[in-house]
């Protein structure tokens, strides 16, 4: 079964720093981009961070300067370097890929269960 899996989140203090990955469960076919979206209680689910298989990426302003998303392709994994993190980032974070699982099925969207971090003192 292909699957995503994050990993790495936590509780950390204002000002600190977490990595979370994403890695693949199963061998995708090929996956054109990743990406980071995340969800709290008084906030709809936002993009926070895309990186597509050329490394072209995109963030969103609350994060930039901050947030730095990459990739390994070889992998398949990708990775979200967060630092000088704020209450405010307080979230449920979601990996998702634009992805094609075998050679014959279609392009689709795929996403993980989340994984929490909390900001806090």
């Known amino acids: 079964q292909v699957q995503l899996v994050e990993s790495g989140g936590g509780l950390v203090q204002p000002g600190g720093s977490l990595r979370l990955s994403c890695a693949t469960s199963?061998?995708?076919?090929?996956?054109?981009?990743m990406g980071w979206y995340r969800q709290s209680s008084d906030r709809q689910r936002e993009l926070v961070a895309r990186?597509?298989?050329?490394?072209?990426?995109t963030y969103a302003d609350s994060v930039k300067g901050r947030f730095t998303i990459s990739r390994d392709n070889a992998k398949n994994t990708m990775y979200l370097q967060m630092t000088s993190l704020k209450p405010e980032d307080t979230a449920l974070y979601y990996c998702?890929?634009?992805?094609?699982?075998?050679?014959?099925?279609?392009?689709?969207?795929?996403w993980g269960q989340g994984t929490q971090v909390t900001v806090s003192s």
């Open positions: 998702n890929a634009d992805a094609k699982a075998g050679l014959s099925t279609p392009w689709n969207d795929y």
């Open positions: 199963g061998s995708f076919f090929d996956i054109y981009s």
């Open positions: 990186i597509t298989k050329n490394g072209r990426t």
